[in-house]
């Protein structure tokens, strides 16, 4: 089993920026996708940004270069910076691990609430 605990999230201005951090309860080993997708009422959940074990990237199409996910090796804290954030942003950020390895499932923080608003 492993619990994943997000932080950082907040209100901010647009434009502004944030950080979000997701601490697994563990290191991750073996094969992994581990990021963040966010979530607003009526609305399914969309991905924001994953990173692999092989340090592969994936981004949303509305990031549009704005938000920049991180890793640490070996990986148990990703964090996600997002720059020049918009009212449109304003959402629960939920970190995702799906692993491979040593475990295997998916698992889900509770959520980090971020909100944009002047």
């Known amino acids: 089993q492993v619990q994943l605990e997000e932080s950082g999230g907040g209100l901010v201005q647009p434009g502004g920026s944030l950080r979000l951090s997701c601490a697994a309860s563990?290191?991750?080993?073996?094969?992994?996708?581990m990021g963040w997708y966010r979530q607003t009422p009526g609305l399914q959940r969309e991905l924001v940004a994953t990173?692999?074990?092989?340090?592969?990237?994936n981004y949303g199409d509305f990031v549009r270069g704005r938000f920049t996910i991180s890793r640490d090796n070996p990986v148990s804290t990703i964090s996600l910076e997002m720059n020049n954030l918009e009212p449109e942003d304003t959402a629960v950020y939920y970190c995702?691990?799906?692993?491979?390895?040593?475990?295997?499932?998916?698992?889900w923080g509770q959520g980090t609430q971020v909100t944009v608003s002047s």
């Open positions: 995702n691990l799906k692993v491979w390895g040593d475990v295997i499932g998916t698992y």
């Open positions: 563990r290191d991750i080993v073996g094969n992994y996708i």
């Open positions: 990173v692999t074990n092989y340090n592969v990237r």
